[in-house]
């Protein structure tokens, strides 16, 4: 009984891998299995985005000195996951397995990502859900290309798809997903994975649809920066200075995250002990700067609106970013690119305190994408990632001030799996 099955099974896998007969466009098979890879990355985003938001509501239910016990404890739990289920690894894995591993991304130890990071992110962690659902719909890619026996860069090209899927979900915006799928991969050369830019944007599209349909996402900015009008040619140059401001907090981001990553590995201690204590220090600090828990998504809004003093948004930017790095190097899971957004936007408002001649919408836009292109090497999809998000429909000021952001950026990458091997 097993081996008919198995025989109609692979009877099925041929008539898939023949070409569509009598068919006189683009169009092709491999569309669907884009499409469907898109429908699951949706599915997945969308579960994983209601659990989330489920149990951050149920956890912020904690608030003043009780965030430090809760977010400690969150902290120790995420580690035994992590330390019992399986390490799920982090950014630098995933870059590493796509370009070193034949394309190939493990789903064996997603749910401790999924489990770790729910808690990470939910309890108030400064990362976000993007790199989680990056990993688990990548993942998926992976084991969908190895249903229908792919292999090579096909094999490769699905894994970025789900990637493209589930970072184009969280963000809403399918063609800055695509884009950041692939730049994100090489710190040089942006199209080196070219190939899959199609099947890139196939996955996104569907993915976005189902993940609008079950959270009943609506069109338009998360971040109402729409406010800006265009003064001369001027505002061009204000965009680089911004840009070079942001460069500048984007190398002192990296640097406070290699001190913690030196603190943190001075001597051997079980994962566990490490999110215990980063949840700890995130905790007490959250105490102070309620504004610096969680990864930023409606904190941003709060800050646009807060009309904070120039003192207290210092504090803000300075505690913030010692909040990613903490969170980043003892063990939490999640990603850091909304965070530094966020970063960027409180920069921008210290600039606003500073001259308040200058153009508040685009010295926030500017400086976002400026710290995010010299971390992440990411220019092009960050360009357009912060147009969707802010609703700033200027793309050449953002441009300059990312295409500033990447040149300016460290010889080593921060995600230093993104060089070539020796």
């Known amino acids: 009984m097993k081996l008919k099955r198995r025989r109609k099974l ?9 070409p569509v007969q009598f068919n006189p466009f ?37 608030k003043g000195w009780e965030v430090i016990p809760v977010m400690a404890i969150s902290g120790f739990l995420a580690g035994l996951i992590i330390q019992f289920i399986g390490d799920p690894g982090e950014i630098h894995l995933i870059v590493d397995n796509i370009r070193f591993n034949k394309g190939k991304l493990d789903p064996k130890n997603n ?38 026996r792919l292999k090579g860069d096909e094999l490769r090209s699905l894994s970025i798809a789900g990637m493209a899927s589930g970072f184009t979900a969280l963000f809403g915006a399918p063609l800055g997903g695509s884009l950041f799928s692939l730049e994100i991969l090489h710190h040089k050369h942006a199209v080196e994975y070219y190939k ?57 981001f990296i640097f406070c995250t290699k001190f913690f990553k030196t603190i943190f590995e ?12 980063g949840g700890l220090v995130l905790g007490i600090i959250a105490y102070y700067f309620p504004l610096t828990r969680y990864f930023g998504h409606h904190e941003i809004n709060e800050l646009l609106t807060g009309n904070l003093s120039l003192s207290e948004l210092v504090s803000i930017l300075v505690l913030k970013i010692i909040a990613i790095a903490i969170t980043v190097t003892s063990g939490w899971r999640g990603g850091f690119i909304i965070p530094l957004f966020f970063v960027g936007a409180t920069l921008g408002l210290i600039l606003n305190h500073i001259f308040p001649s200058i153009n508040l919408s685009l010295a926030i836009v500017c400086c976002m994408a400026a710290i995010n292109a010299c971390v992440t090497r990411t220019p092009m999809s960050t360009t357009i990632l912060l147009a969707t998000l802010t609703g700033f429909g200027h793309f ?26 020796e």
Not at 10 to 18: P, R, S, W
Not at 123 to 148: C, D, H, M, N, R
Not at 210 to 225: E, K, N, Q, R, S
């Open 10 to 18: 692979v009877t099925y896998l041929n008539i898939l891998d023949q």
């Open 26 to 62: 683009v169009f092709s098979r491999t569309f669907l299995l884009w499409a469907l890879l898109g429908l699951i990355g949706g599915i997945i985003a969308g579960v994983y985005w209601i659990a989330l938001e489920f149990l951050t509501h149920q956890l912020a239910f904690f």
């Open 111 to 148: 749910p401790s990502m999924i489990l770790s990071s729910l808690l990470c992110v939910a309890s108030g962690g400064s990362l976000g859900p993007e790199a989680p659902l990056v990993q688990v719909t990548g993942s998926t890619g992976t084991w969908l290309g190895k249903i229908f």
């Open 196 to 252: 899959a830019i199609i099947p890139a944007f196939v996955a996104s599209s569907f993915s976005y649809i189902v993940f609008a349909l079950i959270i009943h996402l609506g069109l338009g900015p998360i971040w109402d920066l729409s406010s800006y009008e265009y003064s001369g040619l001027f505002d061009f140059g204000y965009a680089v200075l911004f840009a070079f401001m942001g460069a500048a907090i984007g190398w002192g």
């Open 266 to 277: 001075k001597r051997p201690m079980p994962i566990y002990i490490k999110t215990l204590i």
């Open 396 to 421: 050449i000021p953002i441009l300059f001030a990312s295409l500033t952001g990447y040149f300016l950026a460290p010889r080593i990458p921060f995600i230093k799996s993104q060089m070539d091997k």
